[in-house]
């Protein structure tokens, strides 16, 4: 890989993040990456409101991934409920399988394992993306067995194509990272 840059988003990255997030999950530009949601929802996929929220709340951070000042992907990692919590997580569709999203999760997991101090990640991913939770299953994330609603009728979140979507929890532990 070329020489990339890991930092943190503020908030004047706010409408390159939408685009960039977007641009991986939603309409036909997203179908040109694998993680596309283009068959399950239209609509957003992330809230600048929302996005702000998470830039200004404590032990939050949007981690971008750049080249030459080009954002080619992100994610959004904070503490919540004594553990990480992993979102938002987002690669141009045109270099998706290259690396550079396992790169920008493992910076995801050194912050909440190292400069938080805590013990597990987790996450929610729509239950029926078998190949992306095998992904992170292949991660070392599991299933937990625990699912949470989709939130229908929140547009800021998308408008879904189907009425049996929800999210299922994974979660990994981040104790024996630390110990390896």
Known sequence: MDAFTLRNATPADIPALVDLVTSA???????????????????????????LEDLIRPRSRIALLERQG?????????????AGYFGMFAVRPDLQGG???????????????????????????????????????????????????????????GQPKRDDLRFEVLEKSLRAEAAA
Do not use: Q
């Not at 080009?70 to 004594?82: D, F, M």
């Open 99 to 157: 690396g550079i999203g396992k790169a920008v999760l493992a910076e995801c997991e050194r912050i909440a394992r190292d400069e938080w101090a805590l013990p597990a990640m987790r996450m929610t991913v729509i239950d029926v993306r078998d190949e992306l939770i095998a992904f992170y299953e292949r991660r070392g994330y599991r299933r937990t067995g625990e699912f949470k609603p989709f939130p229908y009728g929140d547009a800021r979140f």
């Open 70 to 82: 080009t954002l080619l992907a992100c994610a959004h990692v904070a503490e919540e409920h004594g």
């Open 25 to 51: 999950y939603r309409g036909d530009a997203s179908r040109a990456g694998w993680t596309t949601e283009a068959d399950l929802l239209d609509g957003n996929r992330i809230d600048p409101e929302v996005l």
